[in-house]
């Protein structure tokens, strides 16, 4: 093999090994981030519309609820369709998710309850799905449905019902 062969053969050996290097770390990245920035946008609405006023803890479960929809069979199998399927969410029907997603594009959640209903978006969707009230832990992957008043809640935290 002659010089300037036996260089090219290198040069695009390491170019390959860089590439390959790039694409597992961009792999990599995505993996850590298994939601897009609309998810993201979407689930930190609800969640200030449903849960703005109440503990870090409520929010976490509000949030928990819509990714159990998201990942059941009996729901839509997406973020925004659990949000605005029909009869579910009132601040869908009554125009406030619309305006707080604005607010989301606008960068307004990035102090205050803003902020924690955008940190518990971002835990409930890269996974987590235990919640502590009052020094206790609860798991929420069984949950489904909240509100102020159910029949026969398992589980209560703060305004907030869930079963």
């Given amino acids: 093999m002659s010089m300037k062969k036996g260089i090219k053969w290198i040069i695009t050996f390491i170019f390959v090994v860089a590439c390959s290097v790039a694409v597992l770390g961009t792999t990599s990245e995505a993996a850590k981030k298994p939601y897009t ?3 993201l946008k979407y689930m930190a609405a609800i969640i200030y519309c449903e849960a703005g006023n109440q503990s870090y803890a409520g929010k976490m ?3 928990c609820v819509v990714m159990n929809r998201v990942n059941s069979s009996r729901f839509p ?3 925004l369709k659990v949000i605005k399927q029909k009869g579910q969410f009132g601040p869908v029907r009554q125009g406030k998710f619309k305006r707080e997603v604005r607010n989301v594009e606008r960068g307004l959640y990035s102090n205050g309850a803003r902020r924690s209903c955008m940190k518990a978006a971002q835990e ?3 996974g987590q799905t235990k919640v502590t009230y009052k020094g206790k832990k609860h798991n929420m992957k069984k949950y489904y449905y909240f509100n102020g008043r159910l029949s026969k809640p398992r589980l209560r935290i703060g305004g907030h ?3």
Avoid: M
């Fill in 124 to 126: 409930v969707l890269e």
């Fill in 77 to 79: 199998n997406t973020v």
């Fill in 37 to 39: 920035s609309k998810d």
């Fill in 61 to 63: 479960g509000v949030g």
């Fill in 161 to 163: 019902q869930f079963k």
